[in-house]
């Protein structure tokens, strides 16, 4: 009988520890979605024309401890061997969204996610830069069943934004990358030279 008798009690009390437990802390900052957003355009590779819109969302900025390891690992072993590092991190910083595939059906015209495991950026008088790695094959103007594919290799993103907030990015294999000693940042090897993938790179506004 008390058995019964307490259970509608114990049955709300039971719940609000749980919430508790599992709830945020007081104070603690609740985010949904990622932290930014940029918004850019794609090249084709093929005649250097408008590709069609990209969105790169940042889920966090890599730490200085992340950035440590890749850096002693660069410099120990060179950039072919940064993927199995940032693979033991088990989170991802960031994806990027190519174009879909148009008049192929439904599935495939949804945008095409790269995750990105690596990112961080540098901020100066200059303006900013952005230096994302993803573990795929990152397809900025190709045609879009191409870039699709799931081929497997280290692409760099090295993304430059000037005072006046517009930028352009560019991309690297593990054979074009550098380090870059004044700036402490991992970039594209002659960025100058490279050509654009993305350009007018800019920050989204988030609506919450």
Known sequence: MHSLSLRPILAPMLGVAICLLV???????????????FGAR?????????????DILVDHWSTDAEFDALQ???????AEKLLPVLHRLHERAGVVLL????SLGERVRQPTPKNLLFARERVTKAGRQLIF???????????????RGELQEFNLLDIRIGPDGKG???VAGADKVT?????KMFEVEDYGKA??????????????
């Open 23 to 37: 709830g945020p802390h007081p104070g603690a900052a609740l985010r949904t979605g990622p932290l930014q957003r």
């Open 42 to 54: 794609a090249l084709s590779v093929a005649d250097g024309k408008d590709h069609g819109p990209i």
């Open 72 to 78: 002693h690992t660069f410099i120990d072993h060179g």
């Open 99 to 102: 174009p879909g595939v148009q």
């Open 133 to 147: 790695i993803a573990d795929q094959h990152v397809g900025f103007g190709e045609p879009a069943i191409y870039a």
């Open 168 to 170: 352009v990015g560019k």
């Open 179 to 183: 380090y870059n000693k004044q700036s």
């Open 195 to 208: 050509p654009a993938r993305i350009v007018d790179v800019h920050v989204e506004k988030m609506t919450r």
